[in-house]
């Protein structure tokens, strides 16, 4: 069975740096084919996709929030994580980790999620 775990702080205050950690088991991040993403999913609103992690270590952001963000992964944890910069009150969400095993597939695992809250 696959797992997926997310953590990380749940309170940040404007201008910070947003770090979430998803740990995955049952898997491996470098399994051909299979895409590792951030997700979130603000208050109101629907689910938003941030960007995803590969297999083979490349990463795609989404362009409207790309230049603040990172994904890298770390295959000897099997994890990968998720910095934001400069976070404002409009990046408060729920933000999910997932699995899909191929670019055109639909997510198969998702993590629990995360509140993650930024106020002053």
């Known amino acids: 069975q696959v797992r997926l775990r997310e953590s990380g702080p749940g309170l940040l205050k404007p201008s910070q740096t947003l770090s979430l950690t998803c740990t995955v088991a049952?898997?491996?991040?470098?399994?051909?084919?299979?895409?590792w993403s951030w997700i979130r999913q603000s208050p109101g609103k629907g689910l938003e996709w941030i960007g995803y992690?590969?297999?083979?270590?490349?990463?795609y952001y989404s362009p409207s929030l790309k230049a603040r963000t990172s994904i890298v992964r770390d295959t000897s944890k099997n994890l990968f994580t998720l910095q934001l910069s400069s976070v404002t009150p409009e990046d408060t969400a729920v933000y999910y980790c997932?699995?899909?095993?191929?670019?055109?597939?639909?997510?198969?695992?998702w993590g629990q999620g995360t509140q993650v809250t930024v106020s002053a």
């Open positions: 049952g898997a491996s991040l470098t399994t051909n084919a299979h895409y």
């Open positions: 997932a699995r899909k095993t191929n670019w055109w597939a639909s997510y198969d695992f």
């Open positions: 992690i590969g297999y083979s270590d490349d990463a």
